[in-house]
Each structure stands twice: as C-alpha cells, then as structure tokens.
C-alpha cells in the first residue's frame, strides 16, 4: 500500500529559528514528490522534486529529495510569524493521472 | 481567470441528505479531483477523472459519486449523508501539458461540510 509519512506532526519555534521537516514514502513507480504550504485556506504549491540529490530553492525555503532512502526534507531558515502554516508532502506514483498521496502534514508554529 | 471554484464553502446537513458538491475551472484542465482532509490524516483522494467522460475511484471512494459532463465541471455528490462524511472538502485539477508528467494540482478553496 503506497504511503507518505512526515515528521513531527507539529512543531513550535521562535522566529529567526531554522526548521527541518521530513518526509518519506513508500509509493509504486514514484515519478515526482511535491510539497504544499497551507494556511487555512487551499494547499499552496511550493516545491515539485523529481532528481534525487537536486536542491530546490525559493528565498528561505529549500527541499531536497533522496530517492535510495525515500525520503525528502523542507528547510526554512530565520523563520517569520508568516511560516505558521501545515506544511504537506505528496507524492505522485506511476501514469500521468495526476494522483497525489498526501503524508498527514506537519503543523509548524512560528512564535513572535 | 477564476482558477478552481468550489461551491458552497460551508454546508450543514442531516444524516441521510443528500447534496452536491460544486467544482468548477476555466483553465482548461484535463485533469479533475476530489479530496477530503480531516484532521491528522492528510488529504485523501475520493474520486478523479482525466478528461469528460472518465471518472475513477480513489482511495475513499465509498459514500461518494462524480460525473464529468464538461471540461470545466466536476461534482461530487453524497447520497445519503452520514457524519463520518463530515471533513473540509478540495476540489483540485491540473494541466498534463504544464505539468509535463508530473503532478502539480491547484486547489479549490475548500468546502466545509458538517453532517448531524
């Protein structure tokens, strides 16, 4: 059965701090692991991974993919009270049909 | 360019009601799907449909129908409510071309549904 762990579930830092979120799957024919940022409201893209040892960078945020261990991480350094979100991980198996498994989130707190 | 339109945002239902679920996109979108979160889970493929006329079942299927009739329409509809269906509902589609055989979605802005 195809699924996506991450880890922790939650998580409280104070602003400034760096955080590492992980993610690791089990997925038949893995083609891409994507990860959504939300805040209340509809999942955000943030990062697609299809290389394993790419690193893919958008200002703060970065996300590295490791395809021999199935495992990804999502890094954000100097944290800001405007990281408070659920940071999700999703995986896309074999075909083009756009299916996602999606890991349970991790619940980040960024504390003023 | 409205994106992904769920309707409505917020539903309260009786056990054994039925409604549906809206969920519309101008982007031309092949691909369409339904997902429920709960709490703790994540979130959970309920149905999915690759171009009008094509609908699948995904991992929690029971409870639920889709139809596509159009590009630009999927609903999702709930014969006989119950409250285990109780969860914020996204609708979400993709575009194969942009996407280039991966699997970027973009997301409805949800729809909450609560059944007594």
């Known amino acids: 059965e195809d699924k996506v762990v991450q880890s922790p579930l939650s998580l409280v830092v104070h602003e400034g701090d760096t955080v590492t979120l992980n993610c690791s799957y089990e997925v038949t024919n893995f083609r891409s692991l994507l990860w959504y940022k939300q805040e209340k409201k509809a999942p955000t893209f943030l990062f697609m991974l299809?290389?394993?040892?790419i690193e893919k960078k958008s200002g703060r945020l970065s996300s590295i993919l490791d395809k021999k261990e199935l495992f990804s991480i999502l890094n954000i350094t100097a944290t800001q009270t405007g990281d408070s979100a659920v940071y999700l991980c999703?995986?896309?198996?074999?075909?083009?049909?756009?299916?996602?498994?999606f890991g349970q989130g991790t619940t980040l707190q960024v504390k003023p | 360019n409205a994106g992904v339109t769920q309707t409505p945002k917020f539903q309260v239902l009786k056990t054994g009601q039925s409604m549906t679920l809206q969920c519309a996109q101008d982007m031309n979108h092949e691909y369409m799907s339904w997902y429920r979160q709960d709490p703790g889970m994540g979130l959970r493929l309920i149905h999915y449909?690759?171009?009008?006329?094509?609908?699948d079942q995904g991992e929690v299927p029971n409870g639920y129908n889709v139809s596509r009739s159009t590009t630009e329409d999927f609903p999702l509809r709930l014969l006989s409510a119950a409250p285990s269906q109780t969860s914020v509902y996204f609708c979400?589609?993709?575009?194969?071309?942009?996407?280039?055989?991966?699997?970027?979605?973009?997301f409805g802005a949800g729809s909450r549904l609560t059944v007594l």
């Open positions: 449909s690759v171009g009008a006329g094509i609908t």
């Open positions: 999703a995986v896309g198996g074999s075909g083009n049909t756009g299916k996602l498994i």
């Open positions: 979400a589609s993709k575009d194969p071309l942009k996407s280039s055989g991966a699997n970027v979605l973009t």
């Open positions: 299809t290389s394993s040892g």
